[in-house]
């Protein structure tokens, strides 16, 4: 009997581990990524996925609330334990390669630099579906047929197209503030520290402008719970901006009199670009970013000494 309860252990700790591993895949974060969010080594998380060590039910809701989902979400994902990777680690067959992001998994080498959308094959389908006909319209069955899958084999990955509309912003704004944080990094007093805020998010908003069009028009599509989430992250940004607008109004450098009214004008400015920017119109992103920087200062009244 010990024997028996043993092999049972092992074979259910296989499972666990493949069920994770497949969460993790599915919401494209990296082993590294995932282990630096818990605390521990990568050898552990390595370990869990392949079911040499056990998961205890604390450690899988540890590992759940990192990956933004529940535990019976990653208990509901169908795997065949002996897999080296699970079946939809990558594009099917039928489907291009995705393409490799610029920047590694831990966030973008630099801000200024982009590299084509990198999105696993099931959330581009469900970006592509929600681009044309709105999330409202787009069914689980039509962004199934995109990708080239079932809907109970798109089910083993994503648990509903709130689960994949949740996931498309997260990594939008995750990115977003990624990008924001060395933006601002890089800049040595209140003004260029704002000035480099408008560049990147005039960049990024032309950039991924796909992205930004669904964050602007998709936020009342999101159930409670998500949609907070979601503008939380957003606030955050904001007020990166509000934070060195106030600065250099200390100093003497802006003169606006309304400057929390100027500086949410100024980054609304910026989010409405996916409204009409093109990538096949007369200016490129570079040069949105430099004439949005000039109306940012000008709205700030600068003063330059």
């Known amino acids: 009997m010990a024997a028996n309860d043993g092999q049972a252990r092992t074979g259910a700790d296989a499972t666990l581990g493949a069920q994770v591993r497949a969460a ?8 590294r990524a995932l282990a630096r969010l818990l605390g521990v080594s990568p050898a552990t ?26 535990v019976p979400q990653i208990l509901d994902i169908v795997v065949d334990p002996a897999a080296p990777e699970p079946p939809y680690a990558s594009s099917p067959p039928s489907s291009p390669p995705v393409s490799s992001p610029t920047a590694d998994s831990d966030g973008p080498s630099h801000w200024r630099t982009y590299g084509p959308l990198d999105l696993d094959p099931v959330l581009r389908a469900a970006l592509e579906e929600i681009l044309q006909i709105g999330y409202h ?5 039509g962004i199934a047929s995109r990708c080239g899958l079932s809907v109970s084999g798109l089910y083993h990955y994503y648990t509903s197209k709130q689960h ?19 933006a601002r ?9 704002f000035s480099l805020l408008i560049e990147h998010l005039a960049l990024f908003h032309t950039h991924r402008r796909e992205l930004g069009f669904v ?43 309304h400057p929390h009214e100027a500086s949410r004008a100024v980054v609304t400015m910026c989010t409405a670009l996916p409204n009409w920017w093109r ?5 490129s992103p570079e040069d949105v970013a430099e004439q949005y920087v000039g109306f940012a200062l000008d709205l700030m009244q600068y003063k330059s000494s």
């Open 24 to 31: 993790r895949v599915a919401k494209n974060i990296s082993l």
């Open 45 to 70: 998380i390595s370990q869990i996925e392949t079911g040499r060590t056990g998961l205890s039910v604390v450690r899988l809701g540890q590992i759940a609330d990192a990956l933004q989902l529940t």
């Open 137 to 141: 319209g787009a069914t689980v069955r």
């Open 279 to 283: 990538p096949d119109g007369p200016l």
């Open 185 to 193: 990094r890089d800049g040595r007093d209140p003004v260029e520290r």
């Open 215 to 257: 964050g602007a028009s998709e936020m009342r599509s999101f159930d409670t719970e998500n949609r907070i989430k979601i503008a939380n992250m957003r606030t955050h940004q904001q007020r990166m901006v509000d934070e060195e607008v106030e600065a250099a109004v200390e100093e003497g450098k802006f003169r606006t009199h």
């Open 164 to 182: 994949m509309l949740l996931t498309i912003l997260d990594r939008t704004m995750t990115e977003l503030l990624q990008r924001a944080e060395a």
